[in-house]
């Protein structure tokens, strides 16, 4: 694929949307050797689940609002020409599915205001689900203003606020700022200013448990490991790089999803606080093992975005109804008629 070069900065940030999504639709981005480890888990049947199918309740409440079920459309895109449509479209598939959705990175919205509509069009597709915005680390690291975030948070309309950690992909990525010193101490003053939940979120090289305790310890209370397994970010950008030698080592970096979710798992617990299953969720299965691994939601990006792309929506929304009634099924089978009891149900190590 041809990936173009541009000059201001705008420009800059809006190109490198472009090729994310090029290069996650074309290429094989995914871990090579590693993988999430769901694999290495199955949920213990239930012969006398003591329930009817029709009991069988898979809603859950997340920012304030209620989801048919527990998934979320991860946090992709915005801020160029194409972006417009595919925010529409996933938002709408949302809304029809009644899921949550996290939108792209806003940096391209606070250099300029040419491609608003790329996440405008979200919300306007979809106004009764629950949504939320973006931002780096790196622009953490340099101090956003608290009141550029609420313009970010107003533009959505946003129900949180997702900050990614993606120390791996801004060492890797060619115009990459891998500065991070100070980011810790502004999402403690972000948790505190914003007036809706931050959430955490790595994305594909997973957060460790003691990283999981800094984020608590500082007041979040919405955390999405996003661990290995599924797109590699350092896999991407070095498709992007001219420095591959060096860098390859890295395609295969980070925490598998399962690991990471077992460690945050005991954290979040002790502090109220959410968590959310990401990295490599690529089948319905991988859905209830990852709640009853500890996950209170599950979010999914590439998978969805390369069904939207090669197959459109309806095959989206299909996709997305086939893991619902795989998660019912599932739960009849372990006798858990709500995600609560489905997060408590027993997991066995295969
Ligand atoms: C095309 C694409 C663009 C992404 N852009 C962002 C982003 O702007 N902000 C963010 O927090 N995560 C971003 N991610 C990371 C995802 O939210 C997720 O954490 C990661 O891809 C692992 O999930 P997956 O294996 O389901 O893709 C992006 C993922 C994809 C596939």
Not at 88 to 116: M, N, P, W, Y
Not at 287 to 301: F, K
Not at 343 to 348: D, E, K, L, P
Request: proline fraction near 5%; include cysteine; glycine fraction near 8%.
């Amino acid at each position: 694929m041809k990936i173009e070069h541009h000059n201001s900065q705008i420009d800059k940030t809006s190109s490198r949307k472009k090729d994310h999504i090029d290069l996650c639709v074309e290429e094989n981005v995914t871990f090579r050797e590693k993988t999430t480890r769901l694999e290495r888990y199955e949920l213990l049947h239930n012969a006398l689940p003591e329930l009817n199918l029709e009991d069988v309740d898979p809603s859950v409440p997340f920012l304030g609002k209620v989801c048919a079920t527990p998934l979320i459309i991860n946090s992709m895109t915005g801020g160029y020409d194409e972006a417009e449509r595919i925010n529409r479209e996933l938002a709408e598939v949302c809304e029809e599915t009644k899921i949550a959705l996290g939108l792209g990175s806003q940096r391209q919205a606070i250099e300029s205001d040419r491609f608003h509509e790329s996440w405008r069009a979200a919300r306007r597709a979809a106004p009764s689900i629950p949504m939320f915005g973006n931002i780096g680390a790196p622009e953490v690291a340099k101090g956003i203003a608290t009141d550029k975030i609420l313009e970010l948070i107003d533009l959505i309309e946003a129900d949180g606020f997702a900050i990614h950690l993606n120390a791996l992909q801004e060492l890797i990525q060619p115009e990459g700022e891998p500065r991070f010193r100070g980011v810790l101490n502004g999402i403690e003053r972000l948790v505190r200013k914003l007036p809706v939940p931050l959430i955490v979120k790595e994305v594909g090289a997973g957060l460790s448990a003691d990283v999981v305790r800094r984020l608590l310890d500082v007041g979040v209370r919405h955390i999405d490991i996003s661990g290995a397994g599924g797109t590699s970010w350092s896999g991407v950008e070095l498709l992007r790089s001219l420095d591959r030698e060096i860098n390859d080592p890295f395609w295969d970096w980070g925490i598998p999803t399962a690991d990471a979710l077992i460690a945050a798992r005991p954290l979040c617990e002790e502090n109220d606080a959410l968590l959310i299953a990401s990295g490599g969720i690529a089948t319905s299965r991988d859905v209830p093992i990852s709640i009853a691994l500890g996950a209170h939601m599950v979010a999914s990006a590439r998978p969805m975005l390369k069904t939207l792309m090669e197959h459109g929506q309806r095959q989206l929304a299909d996709f997305l109804q086939n893991w619902e009634r795989h998660l019912r099924f599932t739960m009849f089978l372990v006798g858990a008629t709500n995600i609560v009891s489905l997060r408590n149900a027993s997991v066995r190590e295969i």
